[in-house]
């Protein structure tokens, strides 16, 4: 079985770089349904948004089919893919902090990690890194978005959003480290990352 997902992984990955590195109409159109399908897949088992999940693939499948044959200039590769991710971001920060439930990080935090109790101070800060994730995924679609239509902002739309992208990294660390030296915290941002790669994390939080 294993090495069936390796073999699944590798023929995804090299459909993912034909699609990078050859223009086509045909490639586009694989690439925006396989974009389309796993945002769908999000949807589904992330959101709970089953109806979401097939109203994307029965309106947005015939009209990215569309638009990569008879609007060849968009380019859909990489920000298709930019704008599903960076929404995928958005939601999971951002929906339980707009409701004021309990955030991802909290609940990372408790659950996952379980360290002391976050203090009301740590907890603040928990609330202020999720709405700085939020932002960045809504900015990071936008721009995407407007790569995606407007040919002479791509440029500076890459420089942007490579600059965002090495900056979440940074972030990502250099939050755990804030969070290690002002708040006293036991969590780092390696075991973060660990328990961020396991499979069954996700089920445990309400996201």
């Not at 936008?142 to 979440?168: D, H, K, S, W, Y």
Request: hydrophobic share 55%; charged share 10%.
């Amino acid at each position: 079985m294993r090495w069936t997902s390796h073999l699944r992984g590798a023929a995804t990955a090299a459909l993912l770089l034909s699609c990078w590195w050859f223009a086509s109409p045909l490639l586009d159109a694989v690439f925006i349904l396989f974009t389309l399908h796993v945002f769908s897949v999000f949807l589904r088992d992330i959101c709970g948004l089953d109806k979401a999940r097939m109203i994307l693939l029965g309106f947005g499948g015939p009209l990215g089919l569309f638009l990569a044959f008879w609007m060849p200039q968009l380019h859909f590769v990489p920000y298709l893919a930019v704008i599903a991710i960076n929404l995928s971001m958005a939601y999971v920060f951002g929906h339980n902090l707009l409701r004021q439930r309990p955030n991802i990080l909290l609940q990372f935090v408790i659950s996952l990690h379980q360290g002391p109790v976050p203090s009301a101070e740590f907890a603040a800060y928990l609330r202020q890194q999720c709405a700085v994730w939020l932002g960045i995924g809504l900015c990071a679609s936008m721009l995407a978005g407007l790569a995606l239509f407007v040919e002479p902002l791509r440029p500076l739309a890459n420089v942007i959003l490579i600059t965002l992208l090495v900056a979440q990294a940074l972030w990502f660390v250099l939050s755990h480290e804030i969070a290690r030296m002002r708040f006293k915290r036991p969590e780092t941002w390696q075991r973060s990352l660990h328990l961020m790669m396991q499979p069954g994390t996700w089920e445990k939080l309400d996201i």
